[in-house]
């Protein structure tokens, strides 16, 4: 059995949990102590009595232009004017009531879909600064800040794995913000969570924003195809402790949108984040999340088809509008390759990455012509594997368990700021390593357990390429 290397964690987000507080004093004191016997000098990032140090260094982000946010090629003329619309629709500002964008609440997390999926471009992930900053006191609201928001972290939402009496299930979102006090909200009068609470019951778990870029091309990967690359490789898979299974939708096909593949396509995803970050009803999801009298400000639902439209593109509802922007996205293209690129990519594949970050699927024949045989790069298997109980968030959605995730997408993690399901860091080295867990009574060990281990093993250069490999994508 492979042994994790002990590293400190370098993230920029601080708050993840409040039971861990105890744990990073005691890796301080040890950390002083280390510097002491050095004679003041930093020890090794990692240390270990199996592996060897770590020499790999994040180079973080890379420069240049974005290399997302653009719409794919060969659309038409009318698929490209309705996707532009979605993309204004996606960076719109929604209010509780007056005009424009209304329908915010009575609960909510931001008051757009591109305060949070910025980064690189409109579309994207979390951006270096906290966006919900600009948010929660927005128009008179009287919300506190959750303490487990960094103004230099992720956004995060929230859900608590159990209800209050800690025995019913619970899984959902708990929205960070309420409207009370804001100038459109009338006389609605409701409380924040009990996140505080919440956390000192280790009862408070965390999701970052992750990508929409390629969302029309992995919607429509083939199920059979799916299925046939999980079934590839078997012997390497079983030699390092890889499986991995789908996570179905209602119709038994295979979602694969969000952390634990809870979704299907993009206009679920649209409907379902419309309603539970914004609070906007809409016609899949019609009812508000907190019929508190008095705060139930709007007809329902407030997002609703417009049957006195025009043209196509005002006659849909914005969640379709989201949906259409989201699924013309194209996929992230990497950075210029060069002899460590092309190494590192060679390693990735040699040590076991690949047997989960799978490179690429092509897609069908495809109603939308620009979308039809496309090869597109995820690399992701698009299933969800177990990754022991360091990472578990104890949340169940559908056939994935408290410890699975689904492989996330690795293009345009060159460019992005934070990784993990939390956003616990910003190091791709870290991200890594995090990847590691021994499992307990609960959970198995981690799936990833074999490939960091042979990560661990790699030549400094082999390290190093294989970190620029992955900043090159």
């Known amino acids: ?6 590293r400190l964690n370098v993230s920029r987000h601080k708050g993840s949990r409040l039971r861990g507080i105890a744990c990073s004093l005691a890796l301080v004191v040890l950390f002083l102590s280390a510097l002491a016997v050095l004679g003041g000098q930093a020890a090794p990032r990692h240390s270990s009595n199996w592996a060897p140090p770590l020499l790999a260094i994040d180079p973080g982000p890379r420069g240049g232009p ?6 794919i090629r060969n659309l038409t003329t009318l698929q490209r004017t309705v996707a532009v619309v979605g993309q204004g629709q996606f960076q719109a500002t929604h209010n509780v009531t007056g005009t424009g964008e209304i329908g915010l609440g009575p609960r909510f997390d931001s008051n757009s879909c591109s305060s949070c999926h910025s980064t690189p471009a409109v579309g994207g992930s979390a951006p270096t600064s906290n966006p919900l900053f600009a948010v929660y006191q927005l128009n008179g609201a009287q919300n506190s800040m959750p303490f487990f928001e960094t103004a230099s972290g992720p956004p995060l939402t929230a859900r608590f794995q159990f209800q209050p009496n800690l025995l019913t299930p619970d899984g959902n979102v708990h929205q960070l913000f309420v409207i009370t006090g804001r100038t459109d909200a009338g006389s609605c009068s409701i409380a924040q969570p009990d996140f505080v609470t919440a956390a000192s019951q280790n009862n408070l778990f965390f999701r970052q924003p992750s990508p929409t870029f390629g969302a029309g091309m992995l919607e429509l990967i083939l199920d059979s195809d799916i299925i ?3 079934n590839a490789n078997g012997s390497q898979k079983q030699a390092l402790g890889i499986s991995g299974h789908p996570n179905l939708a209602e119709d038994g ?17 649209s409907f379902e984040q419309l309603n539970v970050e914004m609070g906007v009803t809409n016609e899949s999801l019609p009812d508000e999340l907190d019929e508190t009298s008095g705060c139930v400000l709007n007809p329902v639902p407030e997002d609703h088809t417009n049957f006195s439209a025009t043209s196509f593109s005002t006659f849909t509802g914005d969640a379709e509008r989201l949906a259409i922007f989201m699924r013309f996205l194209d996929q992230p293209k990497p950075a210029p390759s060069n002899p460590s690129i092309r190494n590192g990519q060679t390693v990735f594949g040699s040590i076991g990455c690949i047997l989960c970050h799978t490179q690429s699927f092509t897609t069908p024949s ?5 979308l039809s045989k496309i090869v597109a790069k995820p690399f992701s298997d698009l299933l969800v594997h177990h990754m022991g109980p360091c990472l578990a ?9 408290g410890d699975e995730f689904r492989t996330a997408p690795l293009w345009g993690a060159g460019q992005r700021i934070f990784f993990l399901h939390d956003g616990r860091t910003s190091d ?6 995090d990847h590691f867990c021994t499992g307990n009574s609960q959970y198995p060990d981690s799936e990833a357990n074999g490939v960091v281990g042979a990560f661990n093993n790699l030549s400094a250069k082999d390290q190093q390429d294989l970190i620029n490999f992955l900043r090159a994508l």
């Open 1 to 6: 059995m492979f042994s994790k290397p002990k």
């Open 66 to 71: 974005p290399g997302a946010g653009t719409f």
């Open 228 to 230: 046939a690359n999980m």
């Open 253 to 269: 096909s295979i979602a694969r949108f969000g952390w634990k593949a809870q979704h299907r396509s993009a206009i679920i995803a």
């Open 366 to 370: 495809s109603s939308v012509r620009a």
């Open 393 to 401: 968030d104890n949340i169940v959605q559908g056939a994935a368990g």
């Open 428 to 433: 791709v080295v870290q991200a890594i390593e």
